[in-house]
């Protein structure tokens, strides 16, 4: 199975940009495929983004659509979410999944606010 840590969330100002990295060990990477999810208090666990195991495909939440990009680095064993243009709505804890063979492991997640 995968073990997964994100990373790279903070305090930004809206409009600003953040970059979150999801660093996986103890399987083969190649073949999972990975989604970014965050969660705002009081409220569900919502999907932010979604790549393929090739990363030949990806989607993405209407909330998020020409903001945010997800992409992986194989070689590294990293799949990366990067924000732009954030808005006070963003902010939550941010989990990447990884997702093979209909299991699901997921990180610790990271916190992003962002605030005036």
């Known amino acids: 199975q995968v073990q997964l840590v994100e990373s790279g969330g903070g305090l930004v100002q809206p409009g600003g940009s953040l970059r979150l990295s999801c660093a996986a060990s103890?399987?083969?990477?190649?073949?999972?495929?990975f989604s970014w999810y965050r969660q705002a208090p009081g409220k569900q666990r919502d999907m932010v983004a979604s790549i393929s195991s090739g990363g030949g495909s990806t989607n993405y939440a209407d909330a998020v659509q020409g903001r945010f990009t997800i992409s992986r680095d194989n070689a590294k064993n990293t799949v990366y979410l990067q924000m732009n243009s954030l808005k006070p709505e963003d902010t939550g804890v941010y989990y990447c999944?990884?997702?093979?063979?209909?299991?699901?492991?997921w990180g610790q997640g990271t916190q992003v606010t962002v605030s005036a």
């Open positions: 999944k990884g997702l093979r063979r209909g299991s699901e492991y």
């Open positions: 103890g399987s083969v990477f190649s073949l999972y495929a």
